[in-house]
């Protein structure tokens, strides 16, 4: 009939063997790459390793890590005790800034005062500190009865109620606190606080 169409597009054209060959081939060959990638990526860090050193396992660098962390705190917070006594304890008092009648005395017992708690709230958070590691542990476990000692001495000085024995109580404490240090590996050394800090 003139004017009809015939419906030849509306069916696919067959495929040559050539391109059927070729889609075999490519689609396996995706896949794979596919499946090797993904093994590759989750075997980056563990998997490598694990077959480097096979008896390997991440619990003795988790306590390795935990160890250096304890002692990097116990090292920061008898620093800051030790700089605290000494700034605001020791020289003050070796001055003669405590005693009755001095220039500055009031102001240097307050200041006193609060280097005192300080110096024992920071000594106390040192020997938990100290727990994480076995060897520091050991060498201040000896030491906490001393550090308590000191909890009311703040009150004290800021009382004025002071006396050669109180200074040399914290310098003894401070001087065994730094020793265990020493002989662990953790090294203390002074750290002065801030004046926000020593009342924060």
């Known amino acids: 009939m003139p004017g009809t ?6 069916s696919p054209r067959p495929l040559s063997r050539k ?4 889609g075999a081939v490519a689609l396996p060959l995706c ?12 075997d980056d860090g563990a998997g490598a390793s694990a077959s480097a050193n096979p008896s390997a396992s991440p619990a003795p660098s988790g306590s390795a890590e935990r160890q250096k962390l304890a002692k990097t ?36 017992l307050v200041k006193a005062g609060l280097a005192g708690a300080f110096a024992y709230n920071r000594l106390k958070a040192a020997a938990e500190n100290a727990k994480g590691d076995p060897l520091l542990s050991k060498a201040v ?3 906490t009865a001393g550090i ?13 109620e002071v006396g050669e024995g109180d200074v040399g109580a914290f310098e003894s404490v401070i001087n065994s606190v730094k020793e265990a240090g020493r002989s662990a590996g953790a090294e203390v050394k ?3 606080p801030s004046t926000s800090q020593l009342g924060g």
């Not at 169409?5 to 509306?10: D, K």
């Not at 391109?19 to 070729?22: C, F, N, P, V």
């Not at 308590?148 to 004025?160: A, I």
Request: charge should be positive; glycine fraction near 12%.
């Open 5 to 10: 169409l015939t419906p030849r597009t509306s």
């Open 19 to 22: 391109g059927l060959s070729r």
């Open 31 to 42: 896949c794979a790459l596919l499946l090797t990638t993904a093994a590759c990526g989750g």
């Open 73 to 108: 705190r116990f090292v920061a917070n008898a620093g800051l005790a030790a700089g605290a006594t000494y700034q605001w304890i020791v020289k003050p008092y070796r001055a003669g800034t405590f005693k009755k009648g001095a220039d500055g005395r009031t102001f240097a």
């Open 141 to 143: 476990a000896p030491l």
């Open 148 to 160: 308590d000692s000191l909890k009311d001495l703040g009150t004290k000085f800021r009382k004025g």
């Open 190 to 192: 002074d750290q002065v």
